[in-house]
């Protein structure tokens, strides 16, 4: 099944994970930290059901943070693979950047997000993909103080180059939620480098109309991880959750 079926529950994920107070570049997240970085993704109610326990195995498996376009950031690279009741597979690769998480609030300050979706053939050594709404790739960029999210019209996202160990047994998995479920779970850590930059419209909030990314370099920790995900009831969560049929965002009028 091609990638972009899955953006509801991969992509889109992604928007808003953040980064922790206290803790920057070349640390490690505490238990705490990692907890208020899934509140903080879910928080805003723009990820689909299984954003937090995707996001959530990235966070616990990460034993690093890094830096991009002044903002921690960490990169990622997912292999997936669901059964039950959505049998889907996709690659998609990352990076997520933000600032300013408030681990007494759950909250961030801002969060950017590129990435790119692809068929299931291996973790590839590079990719270079358009970023917009008919594209596997995809950018976000979020402010807290206006409510702000940006959707990416054009851009590109590039991963020049990764590095990674042995995949292993994930040590911490995060608890089932809304009928999903991690089976397996097997994760390395690594890094990533590469560049992105994309130019996006706002879709919410009261900032400014539009948002531009300019071209970015990373070269930043990153998390693999190979999961299977039993997914259970979809039926009953598509109305309330637009899983897996339609984005969890959307542009005015679609």
């Known amino acids: 099944m091609r990638a972009g079926l899955l953006r509801t529950a991969v992509t889109t994920a992604s928007l808003l ?3 922790c107070d206290g803790n920057g570049p070349g640390g490690a997240l505490t238990g705490e930290e990692e907890a208020s970085l899934i509140a903080a993704l879910r928080a805003p109610g723009l ?10 195995a990235v966070v616990a498996q990460a034993d690093e943070i890094g830096a991009a376009g002044g903002q921690a950031a960490i990169g990622y690279q997912m292999e997936l693979r669901f059964t039950g009741d959505l049998v889907a597979e996709t ?18 300050a801002s969060a950017l997000m590129a990435s790119v979706e692809r068929p299931m053939s291996g973790f590839p050594g590079s990719v270079a993909e358009p970023i917009g709404p008919a594209a596997d790739g995809t950018g976000v960029h979020y402010v807290r103080s206006s409510g702000s999210i940006y959707l990416a019209d054009t851009g590109t996202f590039a991963m020049t180059s990764a590095s990674f160990g042995d995949l292993a047994e994930c040590p911490e998995v995060p608890d089932a939620i809304a009928g999903f479920a991690i089976t397996s779970c097997r994760f390395a850590t690594g890094t990533m480098a590469g560049t992105f930059d994309f130019e996006a419209t706002r879709l919410t909030g ?6 531009t990314q300019p071209p970015t370099s990373y070269d930043v920790p990153a998390v693999r991880l190979a999961l299977v995900i039993d997914v ?8 309330g959750l637009g899983f897996p049929t339609a984005p969890a965002i959307r542009r005015e009028g679609e």
């Not at 990820?47 to 326990?53: D, K, M, N, T, V």
């Not at 009261?206 to 948002?211: D, R, V």
């Open 17 to 19: 994970l953040a980064g």
């Open 91 to 108: 690659i998609a690769i990352g990076l997520l950047g933000w600032t300013g998480l408030n681990t007494g609030t759950n909250t961030i």
């Open 232 to 239: 259970e009831g979809i039926a009953e969560l598509r109305s």
């Open 47 to 56: 990820i689909a059901a299984a954003g937090p326990l995707t996001f959530g």
């Open 206 to 211: 009261t900032g400014a109309g539009t948002f």
